[in-house]
């Protein structure tokens, strides 16, 4: 079940068969690229209980997976209408509250 928004109502629904179907629904193609930002995001959630914003979800990944992924430009080309936003719809979490 999802919301208005497109994100799961219940986030134990999630599972990888369920990332993809909402990949699909808008627009995105999962390449291991996005499957390691959609891993990443659900792990913090998991760690820290809370859902970052977009300059501490793009530091936090800097700090982790490198320069070249933890910038704005990278993150764009993977999903294009907001990075933070879409890694956490696919990723089954909830809408992080710093996004419209």
């Known amino acids: 079940m999802r919301n208005e928004q497109g994100f799961l109502t219940d ?3 999630w599972n990888e068969a369920v990332a993809e179907q909402l990949a699909l629904l808008d627009g995105i193609e999962l390449l291991d ?13 998991q760690q820290y209980k809370y859902l ?5 979800f793009t ?5 982790q997976l490198g320069e070249d992924k933890g910038n704005s430009r990278y993150l ?7 990075p933070l936003k ?4 696919i990723a089954g979490l909830p809408k992080p509250p710093s996004c419209l």
């Open 52 to 56: 970052p914003n977009a300059r501490v």
């Open 76 to 82: 764009l080309k993977l999903f294009p209408e907001g």
């Open 11 to 13: 986030t134990a629904q």
């Open 59 to 63: 530091k936090a990944i800097k700090t």
């Open 33 to 45: 690229a996005h499957w390691e930002i959609v891993w990443f995001i659900r792990d913090f959630y």
């Open 86 to 89: 879409y890694a956490c719809k």
